[in-house]
Structure formats: structure tokens, C-alpha cells
């Protein structure tokens, strides 16, 4: 009878999870306007790509080929060094725009020379900077399709840059995006979308980005549409995106204004999660939207309703390690979801079978649950099933990790405490936006109702950013100041590409790095070296390159 009644109300909750995932009825005349814009917002993106393409075809005989049709790991071509100091996982090796041209965005406007657009939609290996702060409210949203390109926002002055009021999407490979702020904010019933997405195509490292008030999730990347007959007859090609990191980043309180204030959608192949926080979103925190490996690794989940890390299929293989879970004023006490480590999805059939992937889950802890912290197959790993679920979870656990790209490991406790220092764009400084979610994370006390939002007025809304252009006499990202400090020349725009040190990071991005770009050379290859030295309570960790060895600490 408790196995009936245990299976039942994860049932339940499965039915509750699909219901609350429903889309709402958009009003006729509302859906043909969305639609029209998005006819227009696709020509005028289309004729961006255009002008992009013979950029990016010249760049393929200089060694930087464009691949829109990878789909395995090995498709995509592979920097010698990190991305950046303290790039780990499966996007750890992609080389953004280095070496390409410097884009300075100096004005807040949605188009136009000088803006976030004009940089992103720009072809050829490309360097985006900004020498402006404040909020880029778009109009429309931004797809990034031509590849090979780095986006940091710790360049900014004062208190930094936020994208707000439409979605930037990535369709493209070799991307790299560090201390940005996608705040999408808008509740138009006809325009619901993610506030960073998109159909990337691989070699992808989010790194200390903040993704909130999304109107159907904040961050998702798992898949890219490829086109292989350029038939408009016959639908695209759903392939999966590979080498992807998504690290160090605040993913919370989606808009629940139509009851989908969703995290996450993520996956692909070759893909590492780890060291981010969901906050005060209802479900997908995350959900695996691909088949294939699956490494999810000291992330912090707080305060969901309905669903917590859950999906994939029957070809999915799952590492859940050392990830801290701490329900919140909106999570259900006392039922199964208020412990749920993960919930493995079956293989999409009619009649339902019970084909289920294999998961290594270890280390996670569940605050205030010491049964399932003890132990996370004691009730963590939760299945809907038509067999008992017991016999289930005995095929489906497996005690031995599954290999995964390099990493480095905290406890749970530890890594609750690295993420709250940490997560987010914290550079030039977090926001008071973050600033809030983090101080409601470790005390558990929303400021608005049970956390959950409707609309960003609830929380106080967009904050003001201020700060100063900084001098820049060639306009090559690089301020005045730090050149000359640097041995630099500050009218020399030339040497923003340069490499004075050979370590194999150009002057520029020294610069957004943190490094002296004068300095000893470091071999960046030793991943003992790999490390930014500007995160704070790093210590203690261990580097895991050898998953089925190095994880016995965690057992």
C-alpha cells in the first residue's frame, strides 16, 4: 500500500508539472501582431546575416571554419588553452572571438553604429567591450549567427550594463559570455520567450551571467535547427548542441504572470553545468531537453514549486554530484518534490514502457532532510513509472561517474557557500537585483510573497546604473590607464590584438581577464594554473579529470 500510494503521488506530480507548463489562450489579434513582428524581425536579421557572410567565408580560409551542421563533440575545432582562466567543462576549449576585431559598445541604443546589436551581429571572430553603463532595452531580439565571439560585460564603467526588454539568441558556435545581465521583463502574452537562448550550435561557455524575468525560462541552450536541403517543404534537422558550459551564473525568478516561471532547458553533448543558482523558479531547474551525458555539478536550487532538475530519455546518462537543494517558502513541505534530487524521464513511447537512462547521483545535499542527504537513492531520485518504482531505480543507479570534460569539485556545503560569494555577473559590480537574490537565498526570505513573481514591480524592478566612460584615445577596448600601466600604447589600437607575453591570451583580453598582460608567462595548459584568481572562497576543491578515480571522496 505505500508503494501505491508513493507511486501515486509522484504521478501527481507529474500531472501538476504538465499542467502548470500549459500555455495560456493569446487573444487573435495579439498573436497575428506578434507573428508579423517576428516575419520582420527575421528579414531584418536575415539581411544582417548577409551582409556577415562573406566576413565569415573569409575567416574560413584563415583557419576559423563555420560549422552550422555539428553535431558531435569532435565537429567543432578546439582552442590549445581555456577560454578564459577558470573555464571548465564541456565549452572549457572555445575560442571566442581572440584575435578578431574589437567591438566598443558605447551607447545604450537598440540599433546602430556604437550599439550591443551592431557587435553581435557583425561577422568574423569579434571582441565585444563596453564603454557605456546603464540598460539596453530592446525592441526586438537579438540572434547572434555568425560565430566566434566573446561578450564581457565586467569592461563596463560603475555598475555595469543590463539587456532588458526582448531575448538575445545564440545560433551559432564558439561563444563566449561572461558578466552580462539579461533581464527580459516584459509580459506581453503574445511574446513569450527566454531572456538568453536560442539553437546554439556548440563550443558555448556562459560564465558569471545573470538570466531573470523570463516569460517562458530564463537560460535555455540544448539543440540547434540545422537546415541539410535548404527545402522549406521538409522541417529542419534537430540536432543536439556540444561542448557547452554553463558556469557561475544567477538564473532566477522567472515571470510566472501565465503560470510557466521556468528555470532551464538545457543538455547537449559534452555539456557541464555547474556552480550556477536557480532561484524562485516553479519548475526546470533545469530540465534535460537532450539525450547524452548530462554533468550537473555543485549548483545551489532554491525555492521551486513543482519540479526541480528532471527530463532526458532513455539514452541519457546523468553525473548529479555534490549540488545543494534548499527548498523555500514556495516549495510544498513534506511531499516528495521538496526532496527531489532528480527525476529521470522514460523513453517517449504510446503505450508508456519503462526505458529509463542511468544516473551516478552522489554527494548532493537536501537541507532538512538528513534521510536523502545520507543518502540521495533514499527517496532523492524520484521516477513515475508503470514497474514498482524500486525496481526502476535498481537499473537506472549506477555507482561509477560517467566521464565528462575537466572540472574542479566542492563539497556541497562548500560549493552553497562558493555560489552565493560568486554566481552571477559580479563584475565591475552585482546588482542590487542580485544582490537581493542572494541575501534571499541564505536567509529564505523573499521580499514579495512566497518568492514566486508575476511581474518585476513586485520586486522593486529595474535598478539604475551609473558610471563614467572611461578615456580610450584609440577606441581599441582597452582604457587609457591600464594601457600605460601596462607598458601599452594608448594610441596604438593594434596592440589590443597583440600577445605580449606569449602566454596565448591577447592584450585584450588580459585586460577583461584580469591578468598582466607583461607579466611571467603562465602555461595555461596546466590546468593546476586554471583558475580566475578574482573568485572569492575557491578553497577547498579538487580538480577532477579523472572521474572514475578522483570521485571516491564523494561516495
Known amino acids: 500500500m505505500k508503494l501505491l500510494r508513493l507511486t501515486v503521488s509522484f504521478s501527481c506530480v507529474g500531472i501538476l508539472a504538465h499542467l502548470c507548463a500549459q500555455y495560456p489562450t493569446v487573444p487573435p489579434e495579439l498573436q497575428r501582431a506578434a507573428d508579423a513582428a517576428r516575419v520582420e524581425s527575421d528579414k531584418r536579421s536575415d539581411e544582417a546575416f548577409q551582409r556577415a557572410l562573406p566576413i565569415i567565408k573569409e ?13 558531435k563533440p569532435d565537429d567543432l575545432p578546439k ?17 571566442g572571438g581572440r584575435g578578431g576585431r574589437v567591438f566598443v559598445v558605447t551607447n545604450l541604443a537598440d540599433s546602430g553604429p556604437g550599439t550591443f546589436r551592431e557587435a553581435c551581429e557583425a561577422g568574423g571572430p569579434r571582441i565585444v567591450v563596453f564603454n557605456v553603463a546603464g540598460i539596453i532595452r530592446l525592441k526586438d531580439r537579438i540572434r547572434i549567427r555568425a560565430p566566434y565571439i566573446t561578450i564581457d560585460g565586467s569592461s563596463a564603467p560603475g555598475d555595469g550594463i ?16 561572461r558578466h552580462m545581465r539579461f533581464r527580459r521583463g516584459i509580459t506581453n502574452v503574445a511574446d513569450r520567450n527566454d531572456s538568453l537562448g536560442g539553437n546554439p550550435v556548440g563550443n558555448i561557455i556562459i560564465d558569471h551571467v545573470s538570466a531573470t524575468w523570463g516569460l517562458d525560462e530564463n537560460l535555455s541552450m540544448y539543440r540547434h535547427m540545422y537546415d541539410d536541403d535548404g527545402n522549406p517543404q521538409t522541417p529542419p534537422a534537430k540536432l543536439p548542441t556540444v561542448n557547452i ?15 510557466h516561471a521556468f528555470g532551464s532547458t538545457l543538455g547537449g553533448l559534452n555539456s557541464t553545468f555547474h556552480h550556477n543558482l536557480w532561484a524562485c523558479n516553479t519548475g526546470r531547474n533545469p530540465s534535460v531537453g537532450m539525450y547524452g551525458d548530462f554533468t550537473f555539478v555543485n549548483n545551489v536550487l532554491f525555492n521551486w514549486r513543482h519540479r526541480t532538475v528532471d527530463g532526458g530519455d532513455h539514452r541519457s546518462w546523468f553525473n548529479i554530484i555534490s549540488n545543494y537543494y534548499k527548498p523555500g517558502p514556495a516549495t510544498p513541505r513534506g511531499e516528495p518534490i521538496s526532496y527531489r534530487v532528480l527525476k529521470p524521464e522514460s523513453k517517449r513511447a504510446k503505450p508508456p514502457v519503462d526505458e529509463f537512462g542511468v544516473a551516478f547521483v552522489v554527494g548532493n545535499v537536501v537541507e532538512g532532510n538528513e534521510r536523502v542527504t545520507r543518502d540521495n537513492w533514499d527517496g532523492g531520485v524520484q521516477v513515475s513509472s508503470i514497474s514498482p518504482p524500486q525496481t526502476v531505480l535498481s537499473k537506472i543507479r549506477t555507482n561509477a561517474p560517467f566521464p565528462h570534460a575537466p572540472l574542479f569539485v566542492h563539497s556541497a556545503y562548500h560549493a552553497f557557500e562558493f555560489v552565493l560569494a560568486n554566481a552571477g ?36 524592478g529595474y535598478p539604475e ?13 582597452m582604457p587609457d590607464e591600464w594601457e600605460l600601466a601596462h607598458g601599452l600604447n594608448p594610441h596604438d589600437p593594434s596592440d589590443a590584438s597583440a600577445d605580449c607575453n606569449g602566454d596565448g591570451y591577447t592584450n585584450i583580453e588580459s585586460f577583461l581577464w584580469g591578468l598582466d598582460p607583461r607579466g611571467p608567462k603562465v ?21 577532477i579529470t579523472n572521474p572514475l578515480v578522483q570521485y571516491s571522496h564523494c561516495k
Open 245 to 259: 558550459t554553463i558556469q557561475n551564473c544567477l538564473i532566477a525568478e522567472a515571470l510566472n504572470t501565465y503560470n
Open 465 to 477: 546604473y551609473k558610471g563614467t566612460p572611461y578615456k580610450d584615445s584609440d577606441n581599441d577596448g
Open 425 to 460: 555577473a559580479t563584475l565591475p559590480k552585482r546588482d542590487a537585483v542580485d544582490e537581493r537574490i542572494i541575501e534571499m537565498v541564505r536567509t529564505g526570505q523573499p521580499v514579495f510573497g512566497d518568492g514566486i513573481i508575476t511581474d518585476i514591480s513586485q520586486v522593486g
Open 79 to 95: 582552442a590549445k588553452i581555456p577560454a578564459f582562466p577558470g573555464a571548465w567543462g564541456g565549452g572549457m576549449y572555445t575560442m
Open 162 to 177: 543590463c539587456v532588458a526588454g526582448n531575448t538575445v539568441e545564440i545560433e551559432t558556435h564558439d561563444v563566449v559570455i
Open 523 to 543: 602555461d595555461w595548459t596546466d590546468l593546476r594554473n586554471n583558475f580566475d584568481r578574482r573568485d572569492i572562497n575557491r578553497w577547498p576543491y579538487n580538480i
Open 59 to 71: 575567416w574560413e580560409s584563415r583557419g576559423r571554419p563555420f560549422v552550422p551542421w555539428a553535431s
